[in-house]
Protein backbone atom coordinates (compact mmCIF):
# COMPACT_ATOMS: atom_id res chain seq x y z
CA UNK A 1 0.00 0.00 0.00
CA UNK A 2 2.88 2.44 0.95
CA UNK A 3 4.18 1.89 -2.71
CA UNK A 4 1.29 3.11 -4.43
CA UNK A 5 0.73 5.90 -2.25
CA UNK A 6 4.54 6.55 -2.89
CA UNK A 7 3.73 6.31 -6.53
CA UNK A 8 0.96 8.62 -6.26
CA UNK A 9 2.34 11.15 -4.60
CA UNK A 10 5.39 11.42 -7.18
CA UNK A 11 2.49 11.75 -9.82
CA UNK A 12 0.73 13.88 -7.97
CA UNK A 13 4.20 15.97 -7.78
CA UNK A 14 4.49 15.38 -11.62
CA UNK A 15 0.92 17.00 -12.34
CA UNK A 16 1.33 19.74 -10.38
CA UNK A 17 4.44 20.83 -13.20
CA UNK A 18 2.46 21.29 -16.30
CA UNK A 19 5.05 22.56 -18.34
CA UNK A 20 7.15 19.25 -17.56
CA UNK A 21 4.25 16.73 -18.26
CA UNK A 22 3.69 19.09 -21.87
CA UNK A 23 7.66 18.47 -22.47
CA UNK A 24 7.44 15.22 -21.89
CA UNK A 25 4.85 14.40 -24.21
CA UNK A 26 6.15 17.38 -26.51
CA UNK A 27 9.93 16.92 -26.74
CA UNK A 28 9.87 13.05 -28.13
CA UNK A 29 7.75 14.01 -31.00
CA UNK A 30 9.05 17.17 -32.00
CA UNK A 31 12.37 15.36 -32.29
CA UNK A 32 11.06 12.67 -33.83
CA UNK A 33 9.79 15.10 -36.45
CA UNK A 34 13.11 16.81 -37.24
CA UNK A 35 14.61 13.21 -37.95
CA UNK A 36 11.61 12.86 -40.43
CA UNK A 37 12.30 15.84 -42.81
CA UNK A 38 16.46 15.70 -41.83
CA UNK A 39 16.11 11.54 -43.66
CA UNK A 40 13.29 12.47 -45.79
CA UNK A 41 15.24 12.05 -49.12
CA UNK A 42 17.02 8.71 -48.03
CA UNK A 43 14.28 6.51 -47.77
CA UNK A 44 14.87 3.58 -45.12
CA UNK A 45 17.22 5.52 -42.84
CA UNK A 46 14.62 6.89 -40.89
CA UNK A 47 13.07 3.80 -39.97
CA UNK A 48 16.41 3.08 -38.78
CA UNK A 49 17.15 5.67 -36.65
CA UNK A 50 13.60 6.73 -35.40
CA UNK A 51 13.01 3.41 -33.99
CA UNK A 52 16.19 3.29 -32.37
CA UNK A 53 15.31 7.09 -30.92
CA UNK A 54 11.76 5.88 -29.58
CA UNK A 55 14.20 3.82 -27.18
CA UNK A 56 16.11 6.12 -26.39
CA UNK A 57 14.54 9.34 -25.58
CA UNK A 58 12.64 7.69 -22.46
CA UNK A 59 15.82 6.29 -21.32
CA UNK A 60 17.50 9.68 -20.85
CA UNK A 61 14.37 11.95 -20.22
CA UNK A 62 13.85 9.57 -17.21
CA UNK A 63 17.40 9.17 -16.23
CA UNK A 64 17.37 13.15 -15.73
CA UNK A 65 14.16 13.61 -14.19
CA UNK A 66 14.87 11.21 -11.77
CA UNK A 67 17.82 12.17 -10.87
CA UNK A 68 16.85 15.75 -10.27
CA UNK A 69 14.13 14.67 -8.50
CA UNK A 70 15.32 12.20 -5.65
CA UNK A 71 18.45 14.70 -5.56
CA UNK A 72 15.65 16.99 -4.61
CA UNK A 73 14.62 14.56 -1.85
CA UNK A 74 17.80 13.99 0.09
CA UNK A 75 18.63 17.86 -0.08
CA UNK A 76 15.12 19.20 1.23
CA UNK A 77 15.43 16.46 3.76
CA UNK A 78 12.13 14.87 2.91
CA UNK A 79 14.16 11.51 2.05
CA UNK A 80 15.56 11.20 5.64
CA UNK A 81 12.23 12.31 7.06
CA UNK A 82 10.81 9.12 5.20
CA UNK A 83 13.57 6.91 6.26
CA UNK A 84 11.94 7.45 9.78
CA UNK A 85 9.01 6.38 9.17
CA UNK A 86 7.49 2.99 8.47
CA UNK A 87 8.32 3.12 4.61
CA UNK A 88 10.70 0.71 3.53
CA UNK A 89 13.34 1.24 0.50
CA UNK A 90 11.90 -0.69 -1.68
CA UNK A 91 8.56 1.20 -1.38
CA UNK A 92 10.29 4.07 -2.58
CA UNK A 93 12.61 2.89 -4.94
CA UNK A 94 9.69 0.75 -6.37
CA UNK A 95 7.32 3.83 -6.18
CA UNK A 96 9.82 5.78 -8.83
CA UNK A 97 10.40 3.17 -10.77
CA UNK A 98 6.55 2.80 -11.61
CA UNK A 99 5.13 6.13 -11.21
CA UNK A 100 7.86 6.83 -13.95
CA UNK A 101 6.87 3.97 -16.26
CA UNK A 102 3.65 5.14 -16.21
CA UNK A 103 4.54 8.30 -17.46
CA UNK A 104 7.35 7.16 -19.69
CA UNK A 105 4.43 4.36 -21.21
CA UNK A 106 2.40 7.80 -21.75
CA UNK A 107 5.24 9.70 -23.29
CA UNK A 108 6.29 6.23 -25.16
CA UNK A 109 2.42 5.84 -26.68
CA UNK A 110 2.75 9.52 -27.81
CA UNK A 111 5.60 9.36 -29.72
CA UNK A 112 5.29 5.62 -31.02
CA UNK A 113 1.59 6.79 -32.46
CA UNK A 114 2.76 10.01 -33.85
CA UNK A 115 5.82 7.90 -35.69
CA UNK A 116 3.68 5.36 -37.14
CA UNK A 117 0.43 7.34 -37.71
CA UNK A 118 2.05 10.33 -39.39
CA UNK A 119 5.33 9.83 -40.12
CA UNK A 120 5.13 6.62 -41.59
CA UNK A 121 7.17 4.70 -39.11
CA UNK A 122 7.44 0.83 -40.99
CA UNK A 123 8.58 -1.84 -38.81
CA UNK A 124 7.91 -5.47 -39.05
CA UNK A 125 7.02 -6.05 -35.82
CA UNK A 126 4.33 -4.49 -33.76
CA UNK A 127 4.03 -1.42 -32.34
CA UNK A 128 3.52 -2.66 -29.63
CA UNK A 129 6.94 -4.24 -28.01
CA UNK A 130 8.62 -1.08 -29.29
CA UNK A 131 6.32 1.37 -26.43
CA UNK A 132 7.28 -2.25 -24.44
CA UNK A 133 10.69 -1.59 -25.01
CA UNK A 134 10.86 1.68 -24.59
CA UNK A 135 8.70 1.58 -21.35
CA UNK A 136 11.66 -0.58 -20.50
CA UNK A 137 14.16 1.63 -21.22
CA UNK A 138 12.59 4.68 -19.57
CA UNK A 139 12.67 2.56 -16.12
CA UNK A 140 16.10 1.56 -17.18
CA UNK A 141 16.88 5.54 -17.25
CA UNK A 142 15.35 5.87 -14.13
CA UNK A 143 16.99 3.29 -12.24
CA UNK A 144 20.34 4.24 -13.39
CA UNK A 145 19.18 8.17 -12.53
CA UNK A 146 18.17 6.96 -8.44
CA UNK A 147 21.71 5.69 -8.68
CA UNK A 148 23.31 8.62 -9.86
CA UNK A 149 21.64 10.92 -7.46
CA UNK A 150 23.76 9.08 -4.90
CA UNK A 151 26.79 10.53 -5.78
CA UNK A 152 25.58 14.07 -6.88
CA UNK A 153 25.54 16.98 -4.20
CA UNK A 154 24.20 19.54 -6.22
CA UNK A 155 21.85 20.00 -9.44
CA UNK A 156 25.13 20.86 -11.46
CA UNK A 157 26.49 17.38 -10.65
CA UNK A 158 23.78 15.23 -11.32
CA UNK A 159 23.00 16.72 -14.53
CA UNK A 160 26.14 16.11 -15.37
CA UNK A 161 25.89 12.57 -14.75
CA UNK A 162 24.13 12.10 -18.03
CA UNK A 163 26.99 12.30 -20.06
CA UNK A 164 28.77 10.33 -18.06
CA UNK A 165 26.47 7.72 -17.76
CA UNK A 166 24.14 7.89 -21.13
CA UNK A 167 26.09 9.53 -23.98
CA UNK A 168 28.88 6.66 -23.93
CA UNK A 169 25.93 4.23 -23.91
CA UNK A 170 24.00 6.03 -26.80
CA UNK A 171 27.85 6.21 -28.72
CA UNK A 172 28.57 2.76 -28.32
CA UNK A 173 25.14 1.53 -28.65
CA UNK A 174 25.55 0.85 -32.88
CA UNK A 175 23.46 3.62 -33.89
CA UNK A 176 26.11 5.45 -34.53
CA UNK A 177 28.22 3.17 -35.84
CA UNK A 178 27.48 -0.74 -36.15
CA UNK A 179 29.11 -2.88 -33.66
CA UNK A 180 30.28 -5.34 -35.80
CA UNK A 181 32.48 -2.55 -37.44
CA UNK A 182 33.98 -1.36 -33.47
CA UNK A 183 37.50 -1.88 -32.23
CA UNK A 184 37.56 -5.51 -30.32
CA UNK A 185 37.77 -2.93 -27.05
CA UNK A 186 34.81 -1.36 -27.91
CA UNK A 187 32.47 -3.85 -28.80
CA UNK A 188 33.49 -5.35 -25.47
CA UNK A 189 32.40 -2.71 -23.49
CA UNK A 190 29.33 -2.18 -25.35
CA UNK A 191 28.64 -5.74 -24.69
CA UNK A 192 28.46 -4.90 -21.39
CA UNK A 193 26.55 -1.52 -21.38
CA UNK A 194 22.58 -2.22 -21.18
CA UNK A 195 21.47 0.15 -23.92
CA UNK A 196 22.96 -1.90 -25.67
CA UNK A 197 20.82 -4.93 -25.66
CA UNK A 198 17.93 -2.30 -25.70
CA UNK A 199 18.50 -1.09 -28.78
CA UNK A 200 19.24 -4.69 -30.09
CA UNK A 201 15.84 -5.33 -28.75
CA UNK A 202 14.65 -2.55 -31.08
CA UNK A 203 16.24 -3.62 -34.19
CA UNK A 204 15.02 -6.99 -33.60
CA UNK A 205 11.19 -5.57 -33.89
CA UNK A 206 12.27 -3.68 -36.76
CA UNK A 207 13.36 -6.79 -38.68
CA UNK A 208 11.19 -9.74 -37.58
CA UNK A 209 6.92 -9.82 -37.64
CA UNK A 210 6.93 -12.01 -34.54
CA UNK A 211 9.01 -11.22 -31.50
CA UNK A 212 12.67 -13.13 -31.65
CA UNK A 213 14.18 -15.19 -28.70
CA UNK A 214 16.84 -12.29 -29.12
CA UNK A 215 14.11 -9.77 -28.93
CA UNK A 216 13.26 -11.44 -24.56
CA UNK A 217 16.75 -11.78 -24.15
CA UNK A 218 17.22 -8.27 -24.48
CA UNK A 219 14.68 -7.61 -23.21
CA UNK A 220 15.25 -10.23 -20.22
CA UNK A 221 19.06 -7.92 -19.67
CA UNK A 222 17.66 -4.77 -19.71
CA UNK A 223 15.02 -5.66 -16.38
CA UNK A 224 18.26 -7.33 -15.32
CA UNK A 225 20.22 -4.13 -15.25
CA UNK A 226 17.09 -1.81 -13.72
CA UNK A 227 17.45 -5.03 -10.59
CA UNK A 228 21.18 -4.22 -10.26
CA UNK A 229 20.66 -0.79 -10.27
CA UNK A 230 17.90 -0.31 -8.02
CA UNK A 231 19.51 -2.84 -5.53
CA UNK A 232 22.61 -0.78 -5.60
CA UNK A 233 20.56 2.51 -5.33
CA UNK A 234 18.85 1.09 -2.05
CA UNK A 235 22.53 0.42 -0.52
CA UNK A 236 22.78 4.09 -1.25
CA UNK A 237 20.06 5.25 0.99
CA UNK A 238 21.21 5.13 4.76
CA UNK A 239 18.67 5.46 7.65
CA UNK A 240 21.78 6.85 9.68
CA UNK A 241 24.02 9.35 8.62
CA UNK A 242 27.22 11.16 9.79
CA UNK B 1 6.87 8.16 35.89
CA UNK B 2 9.08 5.91 33.36
CA UNK B 3 11.10 7.46 31.18
CA UNK B 4 10.35 7.54 27.15
CA UNK B 5 13.93 8.19 26.49
CA UNK B 6 17.12 7.30 28.01
CA UNK B 7 20.48 8.85 26.85
CA UNK B 8 23.51 7.04 28.23
CA UNK B 9 27.21 9.08 27.46
CA UNK B 10 26.62 9.69 23.93
CA UNK B 11 29.41 10.48 21.99
CA UNK B 12 28.51 12.05 18.17
CA UNK B 13 31.29 13.36 16.31
CA UNK B 14 30.60 15.37 12.99
CA UNK B 15 33.51 15.23 10.81
CA UNK B 16 36.59 15.67 12.80
CA UNK B 17 34.78 17.56 15.64
CA UNK B 18 33.12 16.40 18.19
CA UNK B 19 29.55 17.73 18.93
CA UNK B 20 28.53 15.76 21.43
CA UNK B 21 31.03 14.04 24.23
CA UNK B 22 29.62 11.69 27.26
CA UNK B 23 25.86 13.30 27.20
CA UNK B 24 23.08 11.71 29.84
CA UNK B 25 19.83 12.84 30.13
CA UNK B 26 16.59 11.05 30.61
CA UNK B 27 13.00 12.35 29.56
CA UNK B 28 9.84 11.23 31.18
CA UNK B 29 6.64 9.88 29.26
CA UNK B 30 3.92 12.23 28.39
CA UNK B 31 6.52 15.35 29.39
CA UNK B 32 7.20 18.69 27.73
CA UNK B 33 10.95 18.59 27.19
CA UNK B 34 12.48 22.02 26.44
CA UNK B 35 15.69 21.78 24.40
CA UNK B 36 18.01 25.12 24.80
CA UNK B 37 21.47 25.94 24.19
CA UNK B 38 23.08 28.38 21.94
CA UNK B 39 23.74 27.64 18.01
CA UNK B 40 25.92 24.89 17.96
CA UNK B 41 25.54 23.37 21.05
CA UNK B 42 24.85 20.13 19.58
CA UNK B 43 20.77 20.38 20.04
CA UNK B 44 19.93 18.83 16.57
CA UNK B 45 22.55 16.38 17.07
CA UNK B 46 20.88 15.49 20.14
CA UNK B 47 17.73 15.11 18.54
CA UNK B 48 18.70 13.12 15.53
CA UNK B 49 20.27 10.53 17.74
CA UNK B 50 16.93 10.51 19.38
CA UNK B 51 15.04 9.53 16.58
CA UNK B 52 18.04 7.29 15.14
CA UNK B 53 19.08 9.20 11.72
CA UNK B 54 22.79 10.03 13.16
CA UNK B 55 26.10 7.76 13.66
CA UNK B 56 26.73 7.78 16.50
CA UNK B 57 30.31 7.02 18.24
CA UNK B 58 29.33 5.33 21.05
CA UNK B 59 27.01 5.72 24.04
CA UNK B 60 23.43 4.41 23.80
CA UNK B 61 19.91 6.07 23.58
CA UNK B 62 16.52 4.07 24.10
CA UNK B 63 13.45 5.18 23.21
CA UNK B 64 10.45 3.48 24.73
CA UNK B 65 12.35 0.31 25.76
CA UNK B 66 14.15 0.15 22.62
CA UNK B 67 17.72 1.03 20.77
CA UNK B 68 16.70 4.08 18.78
CA UNK B 69 16.29 4.03 15.19
CA UNK B 70 14.93 0.18 15.56
CA UNK B 71 12.45 -0.53 12.87
CA UNK B 72 9.50 -0.78 15.31
CA UNK B 73 10.02 2.75 16.62
CA UNK B 74 9.06 3.63 13.07
CA UNK B 75 5.15 3.98 13.95
CA UNK B 76 5.73 5.60 17.19
CA UNK B 77 7.81 8.19 16.70
CA UNK B 78 7.69 11.84 14.78
CA UNK B 79 10.51 13.80 13.71
CA UNK B 80 9.95 17.57 12.72
CA UNK B 81 13.70 18.78 11.03
CA UNK B 82 14.55 22.60 11.54
CA UNK B 83 14.01 23.11 7.57
CA UNK B 84 10.84 21.98 6.76
CA UNK B 85 11.25 18.87 5.07
CA UNK B 86 8.13 18.28 3.14
CA UNK B 87 6.92 18.60 -0.68
CA UNK B 88 7.42 22.32 -2.03
CA UNK B 89 5.44 20.94 -5.61
CA UNK B 90 2.53 19.78 -3.64
CA UNK B 91 0.01 21.05 -1.65
CA UNK B 92 -0.87 21.03 1.89
CA UNK B 93 -3.53 18.45 1.72
CA UNK B 94 -1.52 16.51 -0.67
CA UNK B 95 1.83 16.37 1.67
CA UNK B 96 -0.18 15.64 4.95
CA UNK B 97 -2.36 13.04 3.25
CA UNK B 98 0.98 11.08 1.98
CA UNK B 99 2.64 11.18 5.23
CA UNK B 100 -0.60 10.19 6.83
CA UNK B 101 -0.83 7.10 4.56
CA UNK B 102 2.73 5.76 5.22
CA UNK B 103 1.39 5.42 8.77
CA UNK B 104 -2.15 3.48 7.37
CA UNK B 105 -3.59 6.50 8.56
CA UNK B 106 -6.86 8.04 6.06
CA UNK B 107 -7.58 11.54 4.89
CA UNK B 108 -9.82 12.52 8.16
CA UNK B 109 -6.38 12.27 9.80
CA UNK B 110 -4.47 14.30 7.26
CA UNK B 111 -7.37 16.94 7.33
CA UNK B 112 -7.04 17.32 10.97
CA UNK B 113 -3.67 17.79 11.38
CA UNK B 114 -3.77 20.25 8.94
CA UNK B 115 -6.33 22.15 10.82
CA UNK B 116 -4.74 21.41 14.14
CA UNK B 117 -1.40 23.61 12.69
CA UNK B 118 -3.57 26.50 11.33
CA UNK B 119 -3.63 25.82 7.46
CA UNK B 120 -7.14 24.89 6.73
CA UNK B 121 -7.39 28.10 4.53
CA UNK B 122 -4.38 26.97 3.09
CA UNK B 123 -5.37 23.28 2.32
CA UNK B 124 -5.10 23.66 -1.28
CA UNK B 125 -2.33 25.62 -1.91
CA UNK B 126 1.44 24.37 -3.14
CA UNK B 127 3.71 24.63 -0.08
CA UNK B 128 5.93 26.02 -2.48
CA UNK B 129 4.03 29.54 -2.64
CA UNK B 130 3.42 29.57 1.45
CA UNK B 131 5.16 32.28 3.21
CA UNK B 132 8.24 30.35 5.79
CA UNK B 133 5.86 30.11 8.74
CA UNK B 134 3.14 28.64 7.09
CA UNK B 135 5.59 26.41 5.24
CA UNK B 136 7.28 25.11 8.23
CA UNK B 137 4.02 24.48 10.10
CA UNK B 138 3.16 21.97 7.05
CA UNK B 139 6.35 20.23 7.67
CA UNK B 140 4.72 20.36 11.30
CA UNK B 141 0.90 18.68 10.14
CA UNK B 142 3.11 16.10 8.43
CA UNK B 143 4.77 15.21 11.80
CA UNK B 144 2.05 15.34 14.31
CA UNK B 145 -0.47 13.67 11.73
CA UNK B 146 0.06 10.10 12.85
CA UNK B 147 -0.10 11.57 16.87
CA UNK B 148 3.21 9.34 17.74
CA UNK B 149 4.37 8.82 21.18
CA UNK B 150 7.44 10.54 20.64
CA UNK B 151 7.64 13.47 19.12
CA UNK B 152 11.03 14.74 18.19
CA UNK B 153 10.59 19.22 17.50
CA UNK B 154 13.55 20.85 16.11
CA UNK B 155 12.40 24.83 16.45
CA UNK B 156 8.88 24.62 15.28
CA UNK B 157 7.33 27.80 16.37
CA UNK B 158 10.46 29.83 14.62
CA UNK B 159 9.04 32.70 12.27
CA UNK B 160 5.39 32.42 13.67
CA UNK B 161 3.25 35.14 15.43
CA UNK B 162 2.32 35.33 18.84
CA UNK B 163 -0.74 34.00 18.59
CA UNK B 164 0.01 30.88 16.32
CA UNK B 165 2.94 30.46 18.79
CA UNK B 166 0.80 30.39 21.90
CA UNK B 167 -2.32 28.21 19.69
CA UNK B 168 0.67 25.41 18.65
CA UNK B 169 2.06 25.11 22.34
CA UNK B 170 -1.65 24.55 23.38
CA UNK B 171 -1.21 21.33 21.40
CA UNK B 172 1.78 20.32 22.46
CA UNK B 173 0.04 20.53 26.05
CA UNK B 174 -2.79 18.02 24.98
CA UNK B 175 -0.38 16.10 22.53
CA UNK B 176 1.20 14.95 26.45
CA UNK B 177 -1.80 14.85 27.78
CA UNK B 178 -2.70 11.88 25.85
CA UNK B 179 0.47 10.49 26.38
CA UNK B 180 2.77 11.65 23.88
CA UNK B 181 6.35 12.60 24.63
CA UNK B 182 7.31 15.72 23.36
CA UNK B 183 10.70 16.97 22.49
CA UNK B 184 11.29 20.79 21.58
CA UNK B 185 14.17 23.03 20.80
CA UNK B 186 13.58 26.86 20.98
CA UNK B 187 15.55 29.63 21.15
CA UNK B 188 12.57 31.86 23.08
CA UNK B 189 12.84 31.49 26.97
CA UNK B 190 8.92 32.30 26.91
CA UNK B 191 8.46 29.25 25.49
CA UNK B 192 11.14 27.40 28.20
CA UNK B 193 9.09 28.44 30.58
CA UNK B 194 5.98 26.11 29.13
CA UNK B 195 8.03 23.07 29.15
CA UNK B 196 7.68 20.54 32.13
CA UNK B 197 11.38 20.10 32.18
CA UNK B 198 14.20 22.01 30.46
CA UNK B 199 17.50 20.85 29.29
CA UNK B 200 20.13 22.82 28.92
CA UNK B 201 23.09 22.21 26.46
CA UNK B 202 26.02 24.12 25.88
CA UNK B 203 29.47 22.87 23.51
CA UNK B 204 27.75 19.19 23.86
CA UNK B 205 27.54 18.83 27.37
CA UNK B 206 24.57 19.07 30.01
CA UNK B 207 24.89 22.23 31.83
CA UNK B 208 21.38 22.01 33.38
CA UNK B 209 18.41 19.40 33.02
CA UNK B 210 15.79 20.49 35.45
CA UNK B 211 12.08 21.90 35.88
CA UNK B 212 11.86 25.64 34.26
CA UNK B 213 11.34 26.70 38.39
CA UNK B 214 13.97 24.44 39.69
CA UNK B 215 16.81 26.23 36.97
CA UNK B 216 15.53 29.89 37.37
CA UNK B 217 15.67 29.11 41.97
CA UNK B 218 19.13 27.35 41.38
CA UNK B 219 20.41 30.62 39.36
CA UNK B 220 18.71 32.74 41.88
CA UNK B 221 16.81 34.45 39.26
CA UNK B 222 13.45 35.18 38.11
CA UNK B 223 14.49 35.38 34.58
CA UNK B 224 15.29 31.67 32.58
CA UNK B 225 17.70 34.30 30.11
CA UNK B 226 19.53 35.34 33.10
CA UNK B 227 19.44 32.09 34.73
CA UNK B 228 21.14 30.40 31.61
CA UNK B 229 23.68 32.95 31.19
CA UNK B 230 24.55 32.55 35.33
CA UNK B 231 24.41 28.94 34.87
CA UNK B 232 26.72 28.96 31.93
CA UNK B 233 28.95 31.50 33.83
CA UNK B 234 29.13 29.51 36.89
CA UNK B 235 30.30 26.47 34.52
CA UNK B 236 32.99 28.35 33.89
CA UNK B 237 32.56 29.29 30.22
CA UNK B 238 31.92 33.02 29.89
CA UNK B 239 29.20 33.82 27.69
CA UNK B 240 29.04 31.74 24.48
CA UNK B 241 31.05 33.40 21.77
CA UNK B 242 29.40 32.51 18.29
CA UNK B 243 31.87 29.75 16.82
CA UNK B 244 33.51 29.77 13.33
CA UNK B 245 31.06 27.25 12.47
CA UNK B 246 28.36 28.62 14.42
CA UNK B 247 25.25 27.64 12.69
CA UNK B 248 26.24 25.41 10.15
CA UNK B 249 26.94 23.00 12.29
CA UNK B 250 23.82 22.43 13.40
CA UNK B 251 22.32 21.47 9.69
CA UNK B 252 22.49 17.79 9.05
CA UNK B 253 24.67 17.28 6.36
Not at chain 1, 10 to 23: G, K, W
Not at chain 1, 42 to 47: I, K, N
Not at chain 2, 64 to 93: F, H, M, N, W
Not at chain 2, 118 to 124: H, I, K
Request: glycine letters at 10%.
Amino acid sequence: MILLHTTGRILRQLRHDRRTVAMLVAVPTLLLTLLYFMYDSQPGVFDHIALIMLGVFPFIIMFLITSIAMLRERTTGTLERLLTTPLRKTDLLFGYGLAFGVAAAVQAGFATALAYLLLDLDTAGAAGYVVLIAVANAVLGMALGLLASAFAKTEFQAVQFMPVLAVPQLLLCGLFVPRELMAGWLQAISDVLPLTYAVEALQEVGAHAEPTGTMWRDFGIVAGAVVVALVAAAGTLRRRTP
Amino acid sequence: MTSAIEVADLVVHRGARPVLHGLSCTIPEGSVTGLLGPSGSGKTTLMRAIVGVQVVRSGTVTVLGRPAGDAKLRKEIGYLTQAPSVYADLTVRENARYFAALYGLGQSEADAAVRDVGLAEAASQLVGNLSGGQRSRASLACAIVSKPKVLILDEPTVGQDPVLRDELWAQFRELAQRGSTLVVSSHVMDEANRCDRLLLIREGALIADDTPAAVKASAGTDDLDQAFLTLIRRQGGGVPAPRATGEASEVPS
